[in-house]
């Protein structure tokens, strides 16, 4: 196997019963040379995020909260969260047999709910890329009562999902091993490979109708997949569009032309 000099994910994992969030968790101890790979793991976040400045709930004991410290080499990471969400898709299926599904470019889907996100965070030191923060959110326990009351509709775990209770600690091994096999495989730059089982297991079928949230504008058009760098590709009456940071909003069922 190629060896590409990096520390196994999970071989180092720091746990904390409570922390504000692991990716600031994290962030502060890359900053002091911890090595890649390592995790910090938490039981209960006060202040998760999550993407676009929203907040995380954590409640304690109920969800995986955690962040992995990378040092990847190539400074364009928009295939990351991408690549974190495939690994996690991986992980499911293995450990608890459950299949989800991928929402661009952070949320993790199980039967049209949200199960989990990911909030990717790079630093720069100048135009070198310094490290990245990898941080992973999943609900496992919750009960519906769990969620904070604006989110019950739109949220689940993977205990209501199962009817049962998860074991954690194994779910957790088969996510280093699957964060392991597909960060390699971004780091090796298998921008297809990844391009195309993300299309595969994503939300929007080709040809489905979206709506798209940009900071400046709303775009209606039909989805057209990712490109190899991970932007989204809608078509709208005028052109093909990329869309590097935005937001699906609406999916509004498969267009006729589609
Ligand atoms: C999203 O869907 O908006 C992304 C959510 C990411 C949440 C995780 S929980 C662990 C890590 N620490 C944080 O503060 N956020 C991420």
């Known amino acids: 196997m190629l060896s590409l000099g990096i520390m196994k994910i999970g071989q180092k994992i720091f746990r904390t019963e409570s922390c504000a969030s692991t990716n600031d968790a994290a962030q502060n101890m890359a900053l002091q040379g911890e090595e890649e790979g390592t ?26 909260y955690l962040s992995i410290i990378l040092r990847p080499r190539q400074r364009d990471l928009s295939l990351l969260p991408l690549t974190a969400g495939l690994a996690v898709r991986d992980a499911l299926i293995e450990s608890v047999n459950v299949f989800i599904q991928l929402k661009w470019p952070n949320d993790l889907i199980y039967e049209q709910k949200k199960l989990g996100g ?38 689940v775990s993977l205990k209501l999902a199962i009817k049962r209770e998860v074991n954690k600690e194994a779910l957790l091994s088969k996510l280093w091993e699957m964060l392991d ?10 921008k297809r490979q990844i ?24 775009i209606k058009g039909e989805y057209k997949g990712i490109d190899l760098r991970g932007q989204l590709l809608v078509r709208t009456q005028e ?11 609406q999916v509004r069922g498969r267009s006729k032309e589609g």
């Open 39 to 64: 995790v910090v793991l938490c039981e209960e976040q006060t202040a998760g995020r999550g993407t676009k400045g929203r907040k995380w709930y954590s409640a304690r004991g109920k969800g995986l």
């Open 239 to 249: 052109k093909q569009r990329s869309l590097l940071a935005a937001e699906v909003i």
């Open 118 to 155: 990911i909030l990717c965070e790079g630093s720069f030191m100048g135009n070198e890329l310094s490290h990245v923060i990898l941080g992973i959110g999943l609900n496992v326990s919750h009960r519906r009562e769990d969620f904070p009351e604006e989110f019950r509709s739109q949220a």
């Open 195 to 218: 391009m195309k089982a993300y299309e595969e297991f994503s939300v929007f079928s080709l040809g489905e109708r979206i709506e798209v949230e940009t900071e400046k504008e709303h």
């Open 181 to 190: 096999f597909w960060y390699r495989d971004f780091l090796k730059g298998e």
